[in-house]
């Protein structure tokens, strides 16, 4: 069966190259939609931005059009044709693939206790993910922002006190802010793992902070210099996230509460959704990877369970985020054992939700007879059924760790846990 | 989550689970069950509401109509003129009109447009009045056909249509632009001149917020009663703001109002059954919006449908009898409208645009028809859930259930079966469209009538019959070995077609209600067609029965026919509200005598009519019934048909064991 994965690979490269190269207008029509692009991340306003950029215009200091780091901009401006794009997004994905397949590998191997899903069935899941598939055809640039993402617990996972993580995190926190909040679980895990190895902690956190503050000053030096020598991109990029300056529907929970509430408090409710987006990653981190007797298991899953609440709570959530959260799930396959919906059901669940997505908002949109709330509502399931999933996966890995450590086995023993 | 658990663990203990599995296909005709009885709880006192006006810069019949006695003169002038050039071609019918509306002040322009279906020439004329005080962004549209739905000429409509420009052109209260329309039908050709006005007209008045279709083809000077039509195409209702003002106006005016066809008798009664009659027409009426047509035109609607699709509140109000109330009377309703929605700042936003009336002043809101719907999708939701653990599988029937029976023995079954599904929804949506594909080429008219009885017939229906009859009689011939693998197959096919098509039911309920709950009630059936070895012919026979029940070309031949005869669902109340020995005779001698009038011929029509308008329904007037059909009903009925055709030897857990022995 590993002799599969090569070729599962080169099928996906043609099935995301090949489909947007015969339907061209496959990725407009996703573009248009709030369910694969926002104001932050569509890749419209991008192309839009090319052209600018492309007639000496400059995109950072005229016009809000922009909200993507200058230093992608600088990338698609080398990218004009149309295939190089499409063959650009192809291979971003499935670098992502591959990412997951090792990342699944080291996993397995730390982890000798519990067993893994082999690697073709991730390359398969990966390959035919219709989430991945649709966020390469919208031409979502958060894909590159995933891509660093697993490559950067890639590296933590293969080497805990190598530097490069933080330089892969300040590259994430560029391209889309959120990614500073994981400066506490990868700083908790180095320490950690320097106390396992009896090395003193404190150095590795100060080198960590400083590796991270000096790339990203680095990076926002570059930015700063390709938008032409003006701060202004800071505003645009970041800036619009943080104060969620473009009210547009999408995915998430912010919206509607910026379209209803009177404007004197949308500076109280900016600081409370800012403050909630953060508030459960030092918890989370302090959980999973604070007790001496976490693993590097324990560590990625603290990750993903802050990744999957980023992604509930913050401003402008689109697919291509829920298809990291989504895709890193499979590399918790023991922990399937002792979930409440078994994931054939949450994963029904969650498409039926995407699915009536659409429909609401063109009942709203395109018939004029429905209205926002019914749009929102369905966001409110999807991200339910999000964060019933998160807490699932949470339960059962409590569960898990309970049978653990009082070293029962489950296949004998017939237990069950309740919380009180 | 405490109470959930407890409650999950109280079930587990006292073995309810193996039992509620078992009774899956009870609880899912049960849903089904209460879908109508929620229906009919409807109209019972205090679930429903009385009707109110949301939007208040409407104020209607607030002023003083003068569309009068002053009118009269030209009334008539214009009315006996048109009936004068009745006979005439079209063209010379416009230029006349034309003169008269450029001389009363309109701006005027005809679009030409060619019947694809017929070949005729029929261009449309319209006339534009630039209101001097508004800011010429936003139009009111009076459309007055030459040719009623029945195809009866439209005598009193556009003699009413051209008086009252006449009218409003004098008015200066306008702050919205007036367009006169006068197509020569309501359907096609308005259609066209919806979609010209939004896409490629070179003179327009900005967008339009409302339209009203008059209709009252008599030359009589009285009128008895109003009907009104509103029901558009793919569930698309107008804001119940403006039927509420139309209603509010005649009856203001002294008129009774009938919606969904209530005869006369009906049009003073309040009481429950009255309520559910109209009700139960709503739902049929908005199911089949743009599909049913009495004259031979392949759907089309009356005229409201036309304005689908664009944001338009679109309303036909169509003049009926002869009776006590003079013709300035009709006038009048559609000047107070018009002025009305002259007053409104904004467009239509206030009140329900999804809503079922049960009368003109009685409506039930989404809320709380919605449950009936959802009940209805929910028993497919439970069936195919019954199907994946194992329910349909005859065999399986004196065993306990147990979870290890869902997972397949190998993942390779599930892909087969996902496979499958997807080759027969690929063929049903290619053919679907081959299908639709051939109304593009091949008019609607005597000549090809042919054509199309054949499709109608050799195509669909027959073929589909006969599929449905080959789970019997492949019993005869066809033998599989026992396998695990094929009993995954048939299961996760039964399941997985099940589950998408309620699915699509599902997705459909949110924007066209009656549409989703006729389909799930009709297809039910394929709920509980049940798989088995092929020499159990009982099985076999009963799911051909189910399955020539729930065919979707079956139905199509009933609904065909039934448009072609002339049910009204009012006697079957009347009947069932006052019965008596009497009125059962009577009723059964008029079936009787309608019976030996009939032409056959003319009966089996119907079902081409349907089905031709369906084909069409999409390039005609967007109307997407034809493609939900191909994307979710056949599949679903297709899978269910290879099913039960599967011949399935054991039971899932007898393989189990048996494998075990080995």
Redesign the interface.
């Known amino acids: 069966m590993p002799s599969l994965i090569p070729f599962i690979l080169i099928i996906s490269i043609l099935l995301r190259f090949i489909i947007p190269t015969l339907l061209p207008n496959l990725s407009q029509l996703l573009d248009q939609s709030p369910i694969f692009s926002t104001p932050i991340n569509s890749y419209r306003t991008l192309k839009e931005a090319v052209f600018l950029a492309t007639n000496s215009l400059n995109p950072y200091k005229q016009g809000e059009i922009i909200h993507h780091p200058p230093i992608l901009l600088e990338v698609f401006k080398h990218l004009q044709s149309p295939t190089l794009i499409n063959l650009f997004f192809a291979l971003v994905d499935t670098l992502f693939g591959l990412q997951l397949i090792k990342l699944n590998q080291q996993l397995s191997k730390k982890d000798s206790k519990h067993t893994y899903f082999p690697s073709y069935i991730i390359a398969a899941f990966y390959t035919f993910n219709p989430l991945a598939l649709l966020a390469t055809f919208a031409k979502s640039t958060y894909l590159i922002n995933n891509l660093v993402i697993i490559t950067l617990l890639n590296s933590l996972l293969s080497n805990p006190f190598s530097l490069f993580p933080y330089f892969l995190l300040a590259l994430s926190t560029s391209l889309t802010y959120y990614s500073w909040y994981f400066i506490v679980p990868l700083l908790a895990y180095s320490s950690r793992q320097a106390t396992n190895h009896h090395l003193p902690s404190s150095p590795i956190i100060v080198k960590g902070i400083i590796a991270f503050l000096s790339s990203l000053s680095l990076l926002t030096f570059i930015n700063y210099k390709l938008s032409a020598s003006s701060f202004n991109f800071i505003q645009l990029v970041y800036g619009t996230i943080v104060s969620f300056k473009k009210i547009t529907p999408n995915l998430g929970l912010w919206w509607y509460f910026f379209t209803e509430i009177f404007e004197f408090f949308s500076a109280f409710y900016t600081a409370i959704f800012n403050l909630y987006s953060f508030i459960f990653i030092v918890p989370m981190t302090m959980r999973f990877i604070g007790p001496s007797t976490s693993t590097t298991a324990d560590a990625l899953f603290a990750i993903w369970c802050e990744i999957g609440f980023v992604n509930f709570s913050r401003a402008y959530p689109t697919i291509t985020d829920l298809n990291l959260y989504f895709s890193l799930s499979m590399l918790f396959k023991p922990l399937y054992r002792k979930l409440k919906f078994p994931t054939a059901v949450s994963n029904l669940a969650m498409f039926t939700a995407l699915l009536l997505l659409p429909v609401f908002y063109y009942v709203w949109m395109g018939f004029n007879s429905g209205n926002a709330n019914f749009f929102y509502a369905m966001g409110l399931v999807h991200n339910l059924i999000q964060v019933l999933m998160l807490t699932d996966f949470i339960w059962s890995k409590l569960q898990i760790e309970y049978y653990d450590t009082h070293e029962i086995d489950i296949d004998k023993v017939n237990l069950k846990l309740t919380q009180i | ?2 109470l959930l ?1 407890y409650v999950q663990r109280k079930i587990s203990r006292f073995g309810l689970v193996p039992r509620l599995v078992k009774s899956m296909p009870k609880i899912s005709f049960l849903l089904a069950l209460a879908s109508i009885l929620w229906l009919v709880v409807l109209p019972i006192e205090g679930q429903f509401r009385n009707t109110y006006i949301s939007e208040n810069a409407l104020m209607p019949s607030q002023a003083y109509s003068f569309f009068r006695e002053s009118e009269w003169n030209f009334l008539r002038g214009y009315r006996d003129e048109i009936y004068k050039h009745r006979e005439d071609p079209l063209e010379e019918r416009n230029s006349m009109l034309q003169d008269w509306m450029r001389e009363i002040g309109y701006k005027t322009a005809i679009l030409n447009y060619t019947n694809p279906q017929t070949g005729e020439n029929r261009p449309t004329l319209y006339a534009i009045y630039h209101a001097p005080k508004g800011d010429d962004t936003e139009a009111i549209v009076l459309v007055a056909p030459w040719h009623t739905r029945e195809g009866r000429f439209n005598i009193g409509g556009t003699g009413l249509g051209v008086s009252l420009a006449k009218y409003f052109h004098r008015l200066s209260i306008w702050a919205k632009n007036i367009i006169v329309v006068f197509p020569e039908d309501g359907q096609d050709t308005l259609r066209n001149w919806v979609n010209a006005y939004h896409t490629s007209l070179d003179q327009t008045g900005g967008s339009i917020l409302s339209a009203i279709v008059m209709e009252y083809p008599s030359g009589a000077d009285g009128i008895d009663y109003i009907e009104l039509e509103y029901a558009g195409v ?1 569930g ?2 107008p804001n119940l703001d403006i039927l509420n003002t139309a209603a509010l106006i005649t009856d203001h005016e002294g008129m009774r109002i009938s919606i969904h066809k209530t005869p006369r008798g009906q049009l003073w009664a309040t009481d429950y059954s009255s309520r559910l009659t109209t009700l139960l027409h709503a739902i049929f009426d908005y199911a089949t919006a743009g599909l049913l047509s009495p004259s031979r035109s392949g759907g089309g609607g009356s005229g409201c449908e036309a304005f689908s699709g664009w ?1 338009v509140q679109a309303l036909t109000l169509r003049a009926v009898g002869d009776g006590d109330h003079d013709i300035t009377t009709y006038g009048r309703v559609v000047e107070a409208v018009f002025r009305s929605v002259n007053n409104l700042l904004e467009k239509f936003h206030q009140s329900y ?2 809503y079922l009336l049960l009368g003109p002043t009685f409506f039930v809101s989404i809320g709380n028809y919605l449950p009936a719907s959802v009940l209805a999708a929910a028993s497919f939701v439970v069936g195919s859930a019954s199907s994946l653990l194992g329910n349909h599988n005859v065999n399986n029937a004196h065993m306990q259930f147990s979870p290890s029976l869902i997972v397949p023995s190998t993942s390779i079954s599930p892909m087969v079966a996902l496979l499958c599904f997807f080759t027969v929804l690929s063929a049903s949506v290619l053919a679907g469209i081959r299908l639709a594909d051939v109304t593009n080429n091949f008019p609607y008219d005597d000549l090809h009538k042919e054509l199309y009885a054949q499709l109608t017939y050799r195509v669909c229906i027959i073929p589909s019959i006969v599929l449905s009859l080959w789970p019997t009689l492949s019993s005869y011939f066809f033998r599989l070995p026992k396998s695990k693998e094929i009993n995954d197959v048939a299961r996760f096919l039964n399941a997985f077609s099940l589950f998408c098509f309620a ?1 699509t039911l ?2 459909l309920l ?2 066209h209600f009656s549409l989703s709950l006729l389909i799930s009630l009709v297809s039910l059936p394929l709920v509980f067609v049940r798989y088995g070895p092929s020499c159990d012919k009982n099985t076999r026979l009963r799911s051909t029965i189910f399955l020539i029940s729930s065919c979707p070309f079956v139905w199509l031949f009933v609904l065909g026919i039934f448009n072609k005869t002339d049910f009204e669902l009012d006697r079957v109340r009347n009947l069932i509200q006052y019965f008596q020995m009497n009125l059962l005779r009577k009723e059964i001698q008029s079936v009787i005598d309608w019976a030996e009038l009939v032409d056959i011929k003319q009966l089996l029509e119907g079902p081409v009519d349907l089905l031709y308008s369906l084909i069409s329904g999409y390039s005609r007037f967007q109307n997407w019934t034809w493609l939900f059909i191909v994307i979710s009903w056949i599949p679903a009925w297709l899978c269910t048909l290879i099913v039960s055709c599967i011949d399935v030897e054991c039971g899932d857990f007898e393989v189990d064991e048996e494998k075990k022995r080995r």
Request: aromatic share 28%; charged share 5%; hydrophobic share 70%.
């Open positions: 989550m405490a658990e793919n698309q209702l944001n645009f999804f699915f599902i997705a949110v924007f």
